[in-house]
């Protein structure tokens, strides 16, 4: 079964990143409230980003991975700046002076 990982923008411009097998049903529950705690308290949201996968396991372990990642990294991703992503995997400490 296919899956999907979002993200999605909120009224207060933070990220909400998901998970699910239907896509449209799920954004609907988002809008009317039914969805995560974070996005019920910052409605409207709006769909900016989503990857298509062939198993919704798939997509889950994408949804973690992308949860654990920066503002900027995100960002870069909805850019489209796949290049940049490494960069900014790197640990402060890590970038030098």
Known sequence: MIGYMYILQCCD??????????????????????????????????LVYYELYDRIDTAFYREKQVQGWSRAKKEALLRGELEALPGLSMAYRDKGT
């Open 13 to 46: 411009g933070s990220y909400y990143t998901g998970s699910t097998k239907n896509l449209e049903r799920r954004l609907q529950q988002h809008q009317e409230g039914k969805g995560a705690n974070h996005t019920k308290k910052w409605l409207p949201v709006t």
